[in-house]
């Protein structure tokens, strides 16, 4: 891989994790006992818009960062975290580490 095709590639990971509401969904995700439908999901964020919602859920499943399901015979859909977006967590942990350690 070239500089330049490494710097693209590192941009471009560093503008979806970033991401104020990728991150949440990514946290609040892996906290979760299995699939979370849309609703449980919009419910634990508590602020987020339905637009903004399915904005971001859309570009974590382009990004393979989570599952989207479809319940078969019904309208509703779950997510659950993917592979990749278990590789994000350590950057979870430290941010949330670095905001605890910034607030004492």
């Known amino acids: 891989m070239t500089m330049a095709e490494h710097a693209r590639c590192s941009g471009e990971a560093l503008k979806l994790v970033a991401d ?7 946290e609040e995700l892996s906290l979760a006992d ?3 439908r849309f609703s449980e ?4 964020l508590g602020g987020a818009s339905p637009a903004t919602l399915s904005n971001r859920l859309r570009r974590l499943e382009q ?3 989570i599952e989207r399901t479809g319940c078969p015979g019904k309208l509703s859909v779950s ?4 592979e990749r977006g278990r590789r994000i967590l ?4 430290a941010i949330n580490e670095f905001a605890v350690a910034g607030a004492s």
């Open 79 to 82: 997510y659950t975290l993917g």
């Open 63 to 65: 990004q393979a960062l």
């Open 90 to 93: 350590p950057v979870i942990g």
């Open 20 to 26: 104020y509401w990728v991150l949440r969904i990514v």
């Open 41 to 44: 999901l919009q419910r634990r």
């Open 34 to 36: 299995g699939a979370l």
